[in-house]
């Protein structure tokens, strides 16, 4: 089965550049991904990795390391309005699996 | 682009009685959608994953008489729950994949109480 590992809750202030970690256990793995979602809202699709590396978009990367297991969401220029949960999720067949989330509160 | 509609948002509905959630794909054709329950700050929790054409293949503990699911056309899957009751009341959320499950779109949710 699978299981993903994040932290439940960081802190961060505006401006600055927080990073979210998750590790996983899979018995398959297809890739990494990771998905915002606001209070109310629906979950929205930010990125994902099949490959190590660093993958870039805007003042939002995502990095993965399969030998490790692990991979971070690395969110740069904090807005307001990146106060949210963030899951990171593994892909198993045909389904995804989601972690429980991280919530992300930015500090004026 | 990928855009996916959910209707109702909100619906409140007695004990007893059944309510059907849609989900539809706007811009493009889903082969697969998914439907999720969401608690208050917990994660989503896969229910089904439903094919067009074909019957929805139902998570472990999930009760596929209770939640029926019917994926008509490439465009639109319903969430049917029958005789709901209080502790279904939750946050249902779809999800449609054009073939990648690693890139899901996702419906708006509907917010279901249950009285």
């Known amino acids: 089965g699978q299981s993903l590992e994040q932290p439940s809750e960081v802190t961060a202030v505006e401006g600055a550049i927080v990073q979210i970690n998750c590790t996983y256990q899979t018995s398959g793995f297809y890739g990494l991904s990771w998905y915002q979602q606001h209070d109310g809202g629906a979950p929205t699709f930010l990125s994902y990795?099949?490959?190590?590396g660093l993958e870039e978009t805007g003042r939002f990367s995502s990095f993965l390391s399969r030998s490790d297991s692990y991979g971070y969401l690395l969110l740069q220029e904090l807005q307001m309005k990146d106060s949210a949960s963030y899951f990171c999720a593994v892909r198993e067949d045909d389904k995804i699996i989601f972690g429980k989330g991280t919530r992300l509160h930015i500090l004026p | 682009g990928a855009v996916v509609s959910q209707h109702p948002s909100r619906v409140i509905c007695k004990s007893g009685t059944s309510v059907k959630i849609e989900c539809r794909s706007l811009d493009f054709q889903a082969t697969t959608m998914f439907w999720y329950r969401q608690f208050p700050k917990k994660s989503l929790m896969l229910m089904a994953t439903s094919n067009e054409g074909s019957k929805a293949t139902y998570e472990q503990g999930v009760e596929k008489d209770k939640f029926l699911i019917n994926h008509a056309s490439l465009t639109l899957s319903t969430l049917t729950v029958t005789s709901a009751h209080p502790e279904d009341s939750s946050f249902y959320i779809c999800?449609?994949?054009?073939?990648?499950?690693?890139?899901?779109?996702f419906g708006p949710g509907t917010r279901l109480t249950v009285t």
């Open positions: 990795n099949a490959l190590d």
């Open positions: 999800s449609a994949s054009s073939g990648r499950a690693d890139e899901q779109y």
